[in-house]
């Protein structure tokens, strides 16, 4: 399943996948796949990636 | 760190020592080489349309069964390999069945020349052989010898044809010098693939030398994985070790049932590990986790390059001289050509992937 709020809310920063990977530390097709619900990371990636974005777990990660 | 990093540095240095040790010590304690080497020299001398001493045999054995290089060199005195195709030199009025029998009489090899230096591969079980070099001054008498020995009468007149017996008077005297050598392929083989294994091992631990010494200083050089890649290497490595099992099976049975005899084991093993290796690289590369994070991936790919063309460099090598398929059958140079096609499949690989997400970045684009 599509992660659109990640997408959202990377694109809210004006950040491209690869700033989001650099600052996340992992690779830009690894956030490809995220937004694209290829791959489930794990809670560590989802904390980085939810400090990056400066919004909480439920905001990004939870299935409503 | 700098203790773990010493300790492996000491460890990469006694392995240097021991290889060279080990090289030197199978070197010198090896067998003595299955090689052999004759040299003399006749004088063809016609007189009243015979030939003196029209023949010699040399017996030679060889210890183990196998691929040996036979070296034939019928030159008249004087004249060196180099200018062996001149017309002066072909046209000595008298030509030389060179001839490889074993102890029943049965022909091994033959040719038929006339000033000629020559390499060829022949495949011999072990036991006794004779080398012979039979020298033809006419063409009846070189027809019927042929023919009856080791010719149809059809090939026997093509080449008398294109022979000359008319510029050898009587009376006169050529001398020939002849040669004839033979070596086993695989021990001369085995030496240069062991040279070729040390130096590379040399490089290989100078290059670890050279990593734990940077990891030393404090340089970051380790290759960094993302938790997805991680996760894909090991899908990878899964998929390639199933498929290497199922190629064993597969090699094994066919081995097994002898449909084609005296073939290396290279061929089918090694064949079997390259292509489970090329499925885990080429699905590595399809999901993206071939190359680290920290790494551009061109000095990765500059490497697998040299290393394709040095294989297939090698490949064209041994292919203008016959080496990789020898009476039928592949020989253990066919790991070269594996190398190459495996390479060449990751690099079209690389590639397709490179165009793919291409394509899927400016469909994203669009929607965007």
Do not use: C, H, Q, W
């Given at each position: 399943m599509k992660n659109l709020k990640l997408k959202a809310a990377r694109a809210a920063l004006d950040m491209s996948q690869q700033d989001l990977a650099d600052k996340v530390g992992v690779s830009r097709q690894t956030i490809n796949a995220i937004e694209k619900g290829d791959y489930n990371p794990t809670i560590n990636l989802c904390r980085s990636i939810c400090k990056v974005l400066g919004k909480t777990l439920d905001e990004l990660f939870w299935e409503e | 760190m700098k203790k773990k990093s010493l300790l492996k540095l000491i460890a990469y240095i006694l392995i240097i020592v021991f290889m060279v040790l080990a090289f030197g010590f199978l070197s010198v304690g090896?067998?003595?080489?299955n090689e052999g080497y004759v040299k003399y020299k006749q004088t063809v001398r016609v007189i009243d349309g015979s030939v003196s001493e029209p023949e010699s045999f040399t017996p030679f054995s060889v210890k183990a069964d196998g691929n040996y290089i036979l070296r034939f060199s019928l030159l008249?005195?004087?004249?060196?390999?180099?200018?062996?195709?001149?017309v002066a030199v072909d046209d000595l009025g008298f030509i030389t069945t060179v001839l490889v029998t074993d102890s029943s009489g049965a022909v091994r090899y033959s040719s038929v020349q006339g000033a000629i230096y020559l390499d060829t591969v022949v495949y011999l079980e072990e036991g006794d052989y004779y080398a012979g070099f039979i020298v033809h001054t006419g063409r009846e008498e070189f027809l019927e010898y042929a023919s009856e020995n080791f010719l149809s009468r059809k090939e026997a007149e093509m080449i008398a044809d294109a022979?000359?017996?008319?510029?050898?008077?009587?009376?006169t005297e050529q001398v020939m010098e002849y040669e004839f050598s033979y070596e086993s392929e695989a021990d001369n083989s085995r030496i240069v693939a062991g040279i070729v294994a040390l130096i590379l091992g040399i490089v290989l631990m100078l290059v670890l030398i050279v990593r734990e010494i940077l990891i030393m200083s404090g340089a970051d050089v380790h290759d960094k994985y993302d938790e997805r890649q991680k996760l894909e290497q090991g899908k990878g490595f899964k998929l390639g070790f199933f498929t290497l099992l199922i190629e064993l099976g597969i090699v094994m049975c066919i081995d097994c049932s002898g449909?084609?005899?005296?073939?290396?084991a290279y061929v089918f093993y090694g064949g079997a590990l390259f292509i489970s290796i090329t499925v885990y690289a080429v699905y590595c590369i399809w999901h993206e986790?071939?190359?680290?994070?920290?790494?551009?991936g061109k000095g990765t790919i500059i490497m697998l390059a040299v290393i394709c063309l040095m294989n297939l460099l090698i490949c064209i090598g041994n292919g203008l001289s016959g080496l990789i398929i020898i009476n039928g059958v592949p020989t253990f140079r066919i790991l070269n050509v594996y190398c190459v096609i495996a390479f060449l499949i990751v690099f079209i690989a690389m590639i397709l992937k490179k165009i793919s997400n291409g394509i899927s970045e400016s469909s994203e684009d669009e929607e965007e």
């Open positions: - | 090896s067998d003595e080489a008249p005195e004087g004249v060196s390999k180099d200018d062996v195709g001149s022979s000359s017996f008319d510029s050898f008077p009587d009376n449909l084609i005899p005296n073939s290396s986790s071939y190359f680290a994070i920290n790494r551009t």
